[in-house]
């Protein structure tokens, strides 16, 4: 049995989008080095072995709904964003913590360098911070 849980983010400009063309994470859009991980989000249940998340998807302009690959243990549960990097490296875009989640803010940059959002260039999104939160 497949699990579904929704989560509201609600600290941002703008409807929130799950981009991995600015920042891909890898080319499966999840990081490598985190099994079961999906667009920057892992799921932990204390099992030890929790179920992989197959699914992030935005259903709301501050809503995502994850969807589990199984059903989670009982007890304490943890959604991750952007929380586990290569192990033993250091950050950076291509080792450490880093996820696909950004708001719709189309605030544009004053010297360029932003990206296209809806036919608007060098927007200014703001991308979702580190995050460990647990969840029922």
């Known amino acids: 049995m497949k699990e579904i849980t929704s989560v509201n983010y609600t600290d941002s400009s703008g409807s929130h989008t799950i981009d991995p063309s600015t920042y891909r994470v890898d080319t499966n859009s999840q990081p490598s080095f985190v099994s079961g991980s ?13 179920p992989a998340i197959t699914a992030i998807n935005v259903i709301g302009p501050t809503t995502l709904e994850m969807i589990l690959s199984a059903a989670p243990a009982v007890g304490t549960r943890y959604l991750n964003y952007a929380y586990t990097g290569a192990s033993g490296a250091l950050a950076g875009p291509t080792t450490g913590p880093r996820g696909n989640l950004r708001d719709s803010d189309t605030y544009k940059s004053l010297t ?4 296209t959002i809806n036919g608007t260039a060098n ?6 911070l580190h995050q460990h939160f647990q969840i029922s």
């Open 123 to 128: 927007c200014l999104p703001n991308w979702c």
């Open 38 to 50: 999906k667009y920057g989000f892992e799921f932990t249940d204390g099992s030890g072995t929790p």
């Open 112 to 115: 360029g360098g932003g990206i």
